[in-house]
């Protein structure tokens, strides 16, 4: 066990660093500093506030699976709530192929594939945090996972849950991250939803995700140092040098362990780097996403699968859209939240020229009266598969402690705000407390 009196510094006030932090704190250590680029902390658990109601512009939905993080915002007296029924919309210049024979779909995966699926995933060892020592080949595609197992059946649903969610190709990316996101219970409610029913279990919280955060931060002893600009990083055997300028003036303070928990292929940019860092980070890849928020007239009151965007990966144009907070009584400047893939060409004008037409569809009917805000993410850092087999987490996981330095966040343990928080957490308990 490390001393309670390390002195501990976490890079990132998102829902991995703040998770660190808040572990730190349970467990005795009063001396850890936050310190957060922007002015608010959450990273992409960010809300924005219009007409006094938060919106999501990223992490909004918790299943039943969140069990860590929906007993923290029960202590935090956050309000969980159910989320908008849902419907499917084929433009028609699209088929719906086999999807849309749902009775077939339904018998072949959700009572059948289902459980083959559960069986082999669970062999990988994959219900583990992190992706260290796993079973059974998940550095490949996840397509050949899929057919290697004799559930090729499922790749077209799987692609279309995929585009929706914001993984994109993940087909073709390394089978550990999609058999991290889909635990069973999580692809039957799935599959459940493509297939047009109500299925009560995504739940989002009333007061925006962000909040959650905020209200971890106002817990810690010492609450994050917002709006930090961090110049320099160096460590030697005697500690960790961290130079940073924030609204106070420049700091220069030695701390004894250090938590990055910011993207990691940001860090070379004051980190001094190793070479086994720079090696691994360069790896990273994410992808390029746009979230718009806008007021619009003539929509129902339901989430909307675009099907022939949320089919195919198609950089620009809205797969899913969804009214966070409900219709207005006149149904005039309804608030509306818009999903759509960067790629080459695509821009913020791009994306919102898309939606504009997208919406003028007939099967759609509804028009955009305003826009007000559109967020541009790097979401979903991800290796490929070449990266995955030559060892990348296996080393990654390997150096936590070298250099005084611990790594935790999306990168590690997927792009879900339960298992960022499940892995900082037991960061803390291996590193710091055993
Ligand atoms: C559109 C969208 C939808 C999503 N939907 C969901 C969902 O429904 N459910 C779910 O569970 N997850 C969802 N996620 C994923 C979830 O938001 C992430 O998994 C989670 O936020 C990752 O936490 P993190 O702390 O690793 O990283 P981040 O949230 O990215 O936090 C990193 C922090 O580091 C800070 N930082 C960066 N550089 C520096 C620097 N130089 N100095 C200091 N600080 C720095 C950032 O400002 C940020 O605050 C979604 C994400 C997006 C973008």
Redesign the pocket.
Known sequence: MRPLDTRVVV???????LSAALALAERGFTDVTV????AT?????HSLHVDGHAID??????TPR?HETRALAERLGMTLRKIRDRRIVNLSNEQFESLADANLLERLVVRGGASVYAGMRHLTGIDRDGYANLRDAVEQPFERWLDHHGLGAFKELFEVLFVAY?YGAMLELPAAYALKFFDPVHLEASVDTVLGKDVPFTMDFEEGFQELWERVDARLPRPTLRS?D?ASVSRSPRGVDVRWTDASGQHDERFDALIL???LQ?TP??LDTSADEARLFSKIRTND?Y?TVARTRGLPDMSTYVYPYARRLTPGWPTVFYPPVGRSDSGEGDLFVF?AYGGEGVDEGVVRQRIRETLAHPDLGGEVTEFVHTQH?R?FPHVDSEAMRAGFYDELEAMQGVFHTYY???LLS?????L?HRYAKQLVERHFVK
Do not use: M
């Not at 310190?35 to 922007?38: G, I, N």
């Not at 902390?41 to 658990?45: A, M």
């Not at 997927?414 to 339960?418: A, G, S, W, Y």
């Open positions: 890079i990132g006030a998102g829902p991995a660093g310190l957060e680029k922007e902390v959450g990273g992409k658990c512009l990223g992490a909004n939905l918790t969140y914001g930090a961090i928990a910011c993207p940001v940019g004051f996403y979230v999903y993410w979401y935790v966040g999306e997927f792009t879900l705000v339960e960022n």
